[in-house]
């Protein structure tokens, strides 16, 4: 079932606006990851959230995000972990297609509208 828009504006209030996550979301309505992925790619499409594409660093004890982009024909086929470099870690560069992409999203406007 669609979680309705209160329970969707409930959830978004407890979300960092810059960084949703469909796990999040997922979590927070208590409902499929189906569902929330929908849900936000419905906002997507209504111009409430902005969908953007995360790099894991794959080092396991940083694990951190080294970039985001709006496209994934935008992300180079290389990159490297600042995180890793001031660790002085000996792999900090790596190929992108080694990596997980996370796509997360942004939310650009204030209130999510279905109608
Ligand atoms: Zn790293």
């Known amino acids: 079932m669609f979680p309705n828009i209160k329970k ?3 959830a978004l209030e407890k ?5 949703i996550y ?3 979301m997922r979590y927070l309505l208590g409902t499929s990851n189906r569902i929330a992925k929908l849900v936000c790619d419905i906002a997507v ?3 409430y ?11 396991k004890h940083c694990g951190r995000i080294i970039g985001s982009w ?10 490297s972990c600042i995180t890793c470099e001031e660790n002085g870690e000996n792999e900090t560069y790596f190929l992108t297609r080694e990596l997980n992409i996370i796509p997360f999203y942004k939310y650009i406007k204030k209130s999510y509208k279905l109608a």
Request: hydrophobic content about 30%; glycine content about 2%.
């Open 8 to 10: 969707i504006n409930r």
């Open 22 to 24: 469909v796990e999040n």
């Open 45 to 47: 499409r209504k111009g």
């Open 70 to 79: 709006e496209n994934i024909s935008e992300i180079p086929q290389k990159v």
């Open 49 to 59: 959230f902005k969908k953007f594409y995360a790099l894991e660093c794959k080092n």
């Open 15 to 19: 979300l960092d606006p810059d960084r």
